[in-house]
């Protein structure tokens, strides 16, 4: 280095610079504005929490605003469908859950292909669910609640967010085990059905921890089982449903990330770098664990293992959703 003349090495240095004009460009153009953040279920509920805290994280890394926006509707293929035909270049993402595998199954006209439409980002966090009912329901734990339902002979109006999502997926399978029916009011997201249990105009709900942690704490409504084989410590009250009242009962709604297909892939890196980040972020992670979840292992996020996953999960619940003979349209 010592006998490199300082303007030949001046010189070489811009010669580089000047090589690679495009790829800095790029990396440094990405994103030059807000990036929308689709959420395929309505604002408050648990998948708007998850994209929130995400997007705030995001946000802080890459330099711009990353904008929820809420499109609920049939099981969230509206928003999917929107997104699925958006530019691929990194300012319309999603977060969406376990919907994204199921709707292959149940919606015969669909207007997009859940793998082959979506490049995918990363999964984001396995959010375990409760059986609540609204408060007033003269039942004290899990055991008086199955046995008021059996009781009531099919007149149990239960709340989900649209057909195939969450909710309704946790529910039709607890029927199933049971032996009983109970009759479905759709919303476009656990959120606005959450205010009508509050208000008591339907009498339970199988919903993410993230939506029902803080309305049990605070009383609103009543928390009787999760739906996980191991206890929410958020929740250390609530046994499981496999412990006792449903041996082998067991569903979770899995969250990613997706953007349409054919991202650039700097701004596909970046958007994924940007989401690991999020989920090592302190803000995130105590605000996941106060919900009872937290985020997945980093070798989850990432497109392959979320591809992957995709694919098989979607195989999963078309035997699952064949077998219970549940159609979305
Ligand atoms: N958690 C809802 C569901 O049941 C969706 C939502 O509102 O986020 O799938």
């Not at 994103?31 to 802080?60: C, F, H, N, W, Y």
């Not at 006792?244 to 997706?258: L, T």
Request: glycine share 10%.
């Amino acid at each position: 280095m010592g006998f490199f003349p300082h303007a030949l090495l001046v010189g070489a240095l811009a010669l580089t610079a000047a090589a690679a004009p495009n790829a800095a460009l790029a990396q440094a153009a990405y994103p030059a504005k807000s990036i929308t953040l689709v959420v395929p279920a309505a604002a408050g509920g648990p998948t708007d929490t998850v994209a929130r805290l995400v997007a705030e994280s995001m946000s802080r890394t890459l330099g711009q605003t990353v904008v929820v926006e809420n499109a609920g509707g049939a099981g969230g293929t509206i928003g999917m469908a929107r997104v699925a035909k958006a530019a691929p270049d990194g300012y319309t993402i999603a977060v969406w859950h376990i919907a994204q595998a199921t709707a292959p199954a149940l919606y015969e006209n669909l207007k997009y292909d859940v793998v082959n439409d979506f490049d995918h980002l990363g999964r984001i966090t396995d959010v375990p669910m409760t059986l609540v009912s609204k408060a007033a329901l003269p039942t004290k734990d899990i055991k008086e609640l199955l046995d008021w339902i059996r009781a009531q002979k099919g007149k149990v109006l239960y709340g989900h967010a649209g057909i195939g999502s969450a909710s309704h997926l946790c529910t039709l399978i607890l029927m199933k085990q049971l032996g009983v029916q109970m009759e479905g009011v759709g919303y476009r997201g656990t959120g606005p059905a959450m205010n009508d249990l509050v208000g008591g105009q339907f009498d339970v709900m199988c919903d993410q921890t993230t939506n029902t942690t803080n309305q049990i704490k605070e009383g609103r409504i009543k928390g009787y089982a999760v739906t996980t084989k191991v206890k929410v410590s958020s929740l250390p009250d609530l046994p499981t449903l496999d412990s006792g009242a449903i041996p082998g009962f067991e569903v979770s709604a899995w969250h990613a990330m997706w953007a349409p297909k054919g991202l650039p892939k700097d701004v596909s890196d970046k958007l994924v770098a940007a989401l690991q980040v999020a989920l090592k972020d302190p803000k995130v992670i105590d605000r996941f664990a106060m919900l009872g979840t937290e985020p997945v292992a980093p070798a989850l996020a990432t497109p392959d293992a979320l591809k992957s996953y995709l694919a098989a999960e979607v195989k999963r619940w078309d035997t699952v959703i064949k077998a219970a003979g549940v159609k979305g349209n």
